[in-house]
């Protein structure tokens, strides 16, 4: 049967660089701490005033062009995941096509906020899968929320950052090797509770807007530290069963990166070792839809990651939204 498989992958974050001590200067208190202790983010990685979603997605494609042996027009489709887009319209996919020269290739973004990544990896096994005009997918994961954020809130301006992951997926009818399974899900009962609320049809910027800073991110209300463990371990269990394994079974856990004590509880609740769950906010602080495809380049850039090795990608994000996907690497 014809598969989907990752092939190569590729990653970027821009060159500015923030330690902790600049949120200890900018706010006038110490948040060092409490980063460093809590949440291990202890630096990330900001656009400079010029560079946008599309710099970051075309920086991290072009390694993942350049791995896979391939050339922009042996593309067939474009996938971008973001919810900080390069406009309102068109597409940043469509930039993104044109700036590579990938003359051949469809294009269209996919906005499931953090979970975009996985979805779009989702979506795009699956039109390799069905249908055999479909060779090579690139399906990025890009984030630049800096550009989004109240240099006065502690809640967001510490802990988001910018950046963009890449891979790139290609056909195979080698058995048992590349997409095995998947569940979408949404609880669409949070999504008044954190995300930016204008500059869309129901709040169109204004100068009111402006003031109250609505287009800019916002913790509207608190989630439950709950909600991320159990349902990403929920999804974890229900891929298990879908291709007949058990968590311990699983050679890598790629999470979404917002909070290592969510990780390392679903670790725990699956009862598998928290190693095989990497973990990249450290430097790269939190970026969204970029932080999965980011820690599985990091991965496979190290070698950690062998041929035949079980992985499982689970994302969530503002909607709320959750997607998960299991590949035979």
């Known amino acids: 049967m014809r598969n989907a498989y990752i092939l190569s992958s590729g990653a970027y974050a821009p060159e500015?660089?923030?330690?902790?001590r600049y949120f200890n200067e900018?706010?006038?208190e110490d948040v060092e701490t409490w980063l460093r202790e809590n949440v291990q983010i202890y630096e990330r990685r900001w656009c400079g005033p010029e560079e946008s979603t599309a710099d970051l997605s075309e920086a991290a494609a072009r390694p993942a062009l350049q791995r896979a042996g391939l050339q922009p027009d042996d593309l067939d489709l474009i996938i971008l995941s973001t919810d900080t887009p390069e406009f309102v319209s068109p597409s940043t996919a469509s930039v993104l096509q044109d700036r590579l020269g990938a003359t051949r290739a469809g294009t269209f973004d996919v906005n499931t906020a953090c979970a975009g990544f996985v979805?779009?990896?989702?979506?795009g096994a699956k039109y390799i899968r069905a249908d055999e005009n479909y060779r090579y997918v690139l399906v990025l994961g890009a984030y630049a929320m800096s550009k989004y954020l109240n240099m006065a809130d502690k809640k967001t301006v510490t802990l988001f950052a910018d950046g963009a992951g890449a891979v790139?997926?290609?056909a195979t009818e080698e058995p048992g090797k590349g997409y095995l399974g998947s569940q979408l899900l949404s609880k669409g009962e949070y999504n008044e509770w954190m995300g930016i609320y204008a500059?869309?049809?129901r709040h169109p910027l204004d100068?009111?807007?402006?003031?109250?800073?609505?287009?800019?991110?916002?913790?509207?209300?608190k989630f439950p530290?709950?909600?991320?463990?159990?349902?990403?371990?929920?999804m974890a269990h229900t891929l298990c069963a879908r291709i007949g394994c058990v968590p311990t079974d699983v050679d890598h856990?790629?999470?979404t990166q917002i909070n290592i004590n969510s990780i390392w509880e679903t670790m725990d609740l699956l009862d598998v070792p928290r190693e095989k769950a990497p973990t990249v906010m450290h430097h790269y602080g939190y970026t969204g839809s970029a932080c999965i495809p980011m820690a599985l380049n990091e991965s496979m850039e190290k070698g950690r990651i062998q041929p035949g090795d079980l992985a499982f990608f689970i994302g969530s994000g503002g909607g709320l939204a959750f997607a998960s996907a299991a590949f035979r690497m």
């Open 207 to 221: 100068a009111q807007v402006l003031e109250n800073r609505d287009h800019q991110l916002k913790f509207v209300k």
């Open 26 to 28: 900018l706010l006038g």
């Open 119 to 123: 979805t779009a990896l989702d979506i």
């Open 199 to 201: 500059g869309g049809t």
């Open 253 to 255: 856990y790629f999470i």
């Open 168 to 170: 790139i997926l290609g």
């Open 225 to 234: 530290k709950t909600l991320n463990p159990e349902i990403w371990s929920q």
């Open 16 to 20: 500015r660089l923030l330690t902790n």
